[in-house]
T-cell receptor, first 107, second 116 residues
Framework: AQRVTQPEKLLSVFKGAPVELKCNYS??????LFWYVQYSRQRLQLLLR??SRESIKGFTADLNKGETSFHLKKPFAQEEDSAMYYC?????????FGTGTSLTVIP | DTGVSQDPRHKITKRGQNVTFRCDPI?????LYWYRQTLGQGPEFLTY????????KSRLLSDRFSAERPKGSFSTLEIQRTEQGDSAMYLC??????????????FGPGTRLTVL
C-alpha cells in the first residue's frame, strides 16, 4: 500500500536557521509528490509539487527516487513559516497524506 | 468568497443518528474529493468524484458512509448510524480539469463532527 512517512511530528528552529522537513514515500513507481501547508486558522493549501520544480516562499523540495524521499527545505526560516506541513503523494486518483510536521520558528 | 465551501462547519450529534454534510466546490472544478482527518493525523482519502461519477472509494470506508454528486456540482456526504469513532474533521477539496499532472487541490474549511 501507498505510504507517506513524516518522521517528525514537531520541529523547532530559530529564525534565520535552515530548516528541513522530512518525507519518505513507499511506492515502486513514479508518484506525484506534493507539500501542503496549513497556517493557523487557515485552510490546507498547496505549497509546492515536485513536477513543477519550483521554489515557493523560499521552499524547495527535491525528489530522490533512490532514497524515496521528498524533503522540504528552506535555507533561512522565517517566523511566518510556522505552520503544519503535510507531504502527500498521488497515485491514480488517490492522494495519500503523511501525518504532518508542525514547524515552529523561534524569533 | 469563491473558494470551496462546506456546510455545516460544526455538527454535534448523538450516536446512532444520521448526519449529512455538504460541499460546494469551486465553480468549473470537475474533480471533488472527500477526506477525514482525526487529531494528529493527515487527511485520509474517502472518495473521489469526476463530475457526477464516483470513481474511487477507499476500501477502508464503511458502508455507513455514502457520497453523492448528483449534478456534478455540489456533493453530499452522509454517515448513517454514527459512531463515536466517526468524530473527526471532514474535508472537501476540488480540483480543476487541467491536462497533465497539475493536480492541485483546493480545500474547504472542513466540517467538524462530534459524536456523543
Amino acid at each position: 500500500a501507498q505510504r507517506v512517512t513524516q518522521p517528525e511530528k514537531l520541529l523547532s528552529v530559530f529564525k534565520g536557521a535552515p530548516v528541513e522537513l522530512k518525507c519518505n514515500y513507499s511506492y515502486s513507481g513514479s508518484p506525484e509528490l506534493f507539500w501542503y501547508v496549513q497556517y493557523s486558522r487557515q485552510r490546507l493549501q498547496l505549497l509546492l509539487r515536485h513536477i513543477s520544480r519550483e521554489s515557493i516562499k523560499g521552499f524547495t523540495a527535491d525528489l530522490n527516487k533512490g532514497e524515496t524521499s521528498f524533503h522540504l527545505k528552506k535555507p533561512f526560516a522565517q517566523e511566518e513559516d510556522s505552520a503544519m506541513y503535510y507531504c502527500a503523494s498521488l497515485t491514480g486518483n488517490q492522494f495519500y497524506f503523511g501525518t504532518g510536521t508542525s514547524l515552529t520558528v523561534i524569533p | 468568497d469563491t473558494g470551496v465551501s462546506q456546510d455545516p462547519r460544526h455538527k454535534i450529534t448523538k450516536r446512532g443518528q444520521n448526519v449529512t454534510f455538504r460541499c460546494d466546490p469551486i465553480s468549473e472544478h470537475n474533480r471533488l474529493y472527500w477526506y477525514r482527518q482525526t487529531l494528529g493525523q493527515g487527511p485520509e482519502f474517502l472518495t473521489y468524484f469526476q463530475n457526477e461519477a464516483q470513481l474511487e472509494k477507499s476500501r477502508l470506508l464503511s458502508d455507513r458512509f455514502s457520497a453523492e454528486r448528483p449534478k456534478g456540482s455540489f456533493s453530499t456526504l452522509e454517515i448513517q448510524r454514527t459512531e463515536q469513532g466517526d468524530s473527526a474533521m471532514y474535508l472537501c477539496a476540488s480540483s480543476p480539469r487541467l491536462a497533465g499532472a497539475y493536480n492541485e487541490q483546493f480545500f474547504g474549511p472542513g466540517t467538524r463532527l462530534t459524536v456523543l
